[in-house]
């Protein structure tokens, strides 16, 4: 079992960056890919990063690429979502979530947290 929490959200201007954290709890964090998703309102949840879990491989979306970095320390038990030339379609609840080995169904999730760019 393995619990989340997110951290770091919050209100920014656009261009500005935000640095987003999750705390995991549990076991051979090591063994879980991390990976981070965002909904907006009115919209479904999407996929932004992930990070396998030695943080050898990351993946993005497309529209964030360049602009957000997703790193791990596993001796803190925490991922992180550097976010950076922010923009105001980046507003969305930000969450967290693992996956044991780099399988794609998440197991566990955060309660997420709110990102709001302002224009």
């Known amino acids: 079992q393995v619990q989340l929490v997110e951290s770091g959200g919050g209100l920014v201007q656009a261009g500005g960056s935000r640095r987003l954290s999750c705390a995991a709890s549990?076991?051979?964090?090591?063994?879980?890919?991390m990976g981070w998703f965002r909904q907006a309102p009115g919209k479904e949840r999407e996929y932004v990063a992930r990070?396998?879990?030695?943080?050898?491989?990351?993946t993005y979306l497309d529209s964030v690429k360049g602009r957000f970095t997703v790193s791990r320390d596993n001796a803190k038990n925490t991922v992180y979502l550097q976010m950076n030339s922010l923009k105001p379609e980046d507003t969305a609840v930000y969450y967290c979530?693992?996956?044991?080995?780099?399988?794609?169904?998440?197991?566990?999730w955060g309660q997420g947290t709110q990102v709001t760019v302002s224009s």
């Open positions: 979530a693992a996956t044991v080995g780099t399988s794609s169904s998440y197991d566990y």
């Open positions: 549990g076991r051979a964090f090591i063994l879980y890919t």
């Open positions: 990070i396998t879990g030695g943080g050898a491989t990351t």
